[in-house]
Each structure stands twice: as structure tokens, then as C-alpha cells.
């Protein structure tokens, strides 16, 4: 695959709520998908939880996925200190393994959508530019 996105999402659920990939994969099942969408979740206490594997095509923002990867940080608006951290790590892990992807959060490639409810390019590039230091 093409990767051109690693995409940031939240699962909209109520913040510091613990949920698991295993959890949003029932979901999806639930709605009549193929499962979970997303390639990768991280729980509210940080862990990293592995969804669809990289090389299957994605289910997460129309249009782009078969040339998009997909997080999902549990929460709404309101996200742990250990989530920052791992999201920061596994950015750092995505774009070594994709590296001309861009980071961006779902909202920037679908203007209906408030997902992930902060400005993941400001937030990648602060990340960026201390790395830089």
C-alpha cells in the first residue's frame, strides 16, 4: 500500500472511560462491518492495542482508506497523559515505517467531522520540533 496518512481519531465515547480494541471490534461487528477499522488503539492508561494489521485496507475515513492508517485514542475530548506519550511514540514508529505519510487527525480530511477534537498538525509539529532540539 501507498500509505500518504496516518490519521487521528477518537472513539467518542465518555472521556476516562476504559475501553479496548477488542471493544470497538465488537462495535464494528455490531454495526455489519468486517470488524474493526482502525489499524491501532491506545486505552485510556496509555497500552497500545493492535487492530487491523497494516496491510489490510482500513475503515476509518472515506476516501482515504486504502491509502491511510488509522489510530484511535479512546476518549472524546480529554485524553491521559500516558495516551499523549504513546501517541507520540507511535507516530514516531508510523512515520519511520511510512515515511511520506502526513499526520493529520480525521477532521482535516473531512470537514463534518470534529474527530479527534484537537489540532493533530499543530500537535505533530510541536512534537517535531522538539525532537529537533
Not at 24 to 31: A, E, V
Not at 41 to 50: A, E
Request: aromatic letters at 10%; charged letters at 25%.
Amino acid at each position: 500500500m501507498d500509505i500518504q496518512f496516518i490519521v487521528v481519531h477518537c472513539s467518542d465515547t465518555p472521556n476516562g472511560r476504559y475501553h479496548t480494541a477488542e471493544d470497538i471490534h465488537r462495535w464494528h461487528l455490531d454495526r455489519g462491518w468486517d470488524g474493526i477499522g482502525y489499524h491501532s488503539v491506545i486505552r485510556t492508561d496509555g497500552l497500545v492495542d493492535q487492530g487491523r494489521p497494516h496491510y489490510w485496507i482500513g475503515s476509518h475515513t472515506a476516501k482515504y482508506n486504502g491509502i491511510a492508517i488509522g489510530v484511535c485514542l479512546i476518549g472524546r475530548d480529554e485524553f491521559s497523559d500516558e495516551q499523549w506519550r504513546s501517541l507520540e511514540g507511535l507516530m514516531l514508529s508510523l512515520t519511520n515505517e511510512f515515511p511520506n505519510a502526513k499526520v493529520v487527525g480525521h477532521r482535516d480530511l473531512n470537514s463534518h467531522k470534529t474527530c479527534p477534537n484537537f489540532d493533530v498538525k499543530a500537535w505533530w509539529a510541536g512534537v517535531q520540533a522538539r525532537g529537533i532540539d
